[in-house]
């Protein structure tokens, strides 16, 4: 059975928060914006994957779009991190992959780009990758993916529905001791006279006590407290970098709301992006003075909000979606067995 065809969080009856959903409960809910998965398992002992996300399908080194980043906790790699604080601007699309492979994936999104036609002049470029660990599962030390299989995810690229759960990047990863994976999630919320998408992709690798909509779900193989996630978040609101700083800060609203344990040994990272395209930093806008529409401090709550939902919502998706998995464990060497969250202890614990 694929990832898939595992049903999600709102078909077995659960229904977080109070904003409406996108037409796909996903990240691609925001129009123009692509998800491409490239998944690696070879015999017992690769499990692992990258994931690519591009704002929009234009030449986004040329029309670069706002972005911001916030850190819970850094116990982690976010390559790219200084050059967003710095300008507020993303210029190539984002990857998510494992820990080890960060390398790789930074050569990944160069290629991509560099090979874009009006890039031919480019010599320096800024490749955001995220990442986790999933050495739980995976031979973390063997080089895979390789540049050419995260080059596979960007290729991939596509809009409308988002294959979640044991895909991608997501492939490996482990979360409250049960299998984690890639999840989203979508909300549509009304501001400033206007009808906006907030979108949420999460890889999921990290600990805690698990709670399906401020209910608890005593994970069978215990609680792994140590682990990372990372989070994006994407809108097509007009945002500033500044306020998408605070919007990415809100995902760890949806973050908590999971149980997430927030520990020593956990990375909490969130980025956050406007695909509008009247604050797109063009050639033409970057060559001059240029005014860009910006939806206010007094009325941007509701995308707080949403964010907020969409992340514990794309979290929980992660799990319902992922399904029981063995592989080999990179730190003592010995095959491993995780198991997927029950969808029948889900079902109960909805109806109790």
Not at 8 to 30: Q, S
């Amino acid at each position: 059975m694929s990832a898939s065809t595992r049903q999600r969080l709102r078909d077995l009856g659960f229904r977080p928060g109070v904003y409406e959903t996108g037409l796909l409960n996903a990240i691609t809910d925001v129009a123009g914006l692509a998800v491409g998965h490239a998944t690696v398992i070879e015999g017992d002992r690769i499990r692992t994957g990258a994931t690519a996300i591009l704002p929009h399908q234009g030449n986004l080194f040329q029309d670069k779009v706002p972005a911001a980043l916030a850190v819970l906790n850094g116990f982690g790699k976010f390559v790219g991190s200084t050059q967003i604080a710095e300008l507020g601007e993303l210029e190539t699309p984002v990857v998510l992959t494992n820990t080890l492979a960060t390398g790789r994936a930074i050569e990944a999104v160069n290629r991509f780009t560099l090979a874009q036609p009006g890039n031919e002049k480019v010599v320096s470029l800024n490749a955001v990758v995220g990442e986790t660990n999933d050495s739980r599962l995976n031979d973390i030390r063997t080089g895979r993916p390789t540049v050419d299989e995260i080059g596979m995810a960007l290729a991939a690229a596509a809009t409308g529905p988002v294959e979640e759960g044991a895909i991608g990047a997501g492939t490996g990863t482990v979360a409250f001791g049960l299998k984690g994976g890639i999840g989203t999630s979508s909300r549509r919320v009304k501001a400033a006279g206007e009808i906006f998408t907030v979108g949420v992709l999460v890889q999921s690798n990290y600990g805690g006590r698990l709670l399906v909509c401020g209910q608890p779900y005593d994970a069978p193989s215990g609680h792994d407290r140590d682990g990372s996630i990372v989070i994006v978040v994407a809108t097509d609101a007009p945002v500033s970098a500044r306020n998408l700083k605070r919007l990415a800060e809100r995902a760890f609203g949806g973050l908590s709301r999971t149980g997430a344990a927030l520990s020593n040994g956990s990375g909490d990272y969130a980025l956050a992006f406007s695909t509008a395209e009247p604050v797109r930093r063009t050639r033409e806008r970057r060559a001059a003075i240029s005014s860009y529409p910006d939806l206010p401090n007094d009325l941007i709550s509701p995308l707080f909000e949403a964010t907020i939902e969409a992340t514990e919502e794309a979290i929980l998706n992660s799990l319902v979606t992922a399904q029981s998995m063995r592989g080999f464990n990179a730190a003592t060497g010995k095959a491993s067995s995780v198991e997927g969250i029950s969808l029948d202890r889900l079902t109960a614990l909805k109806t109790s």
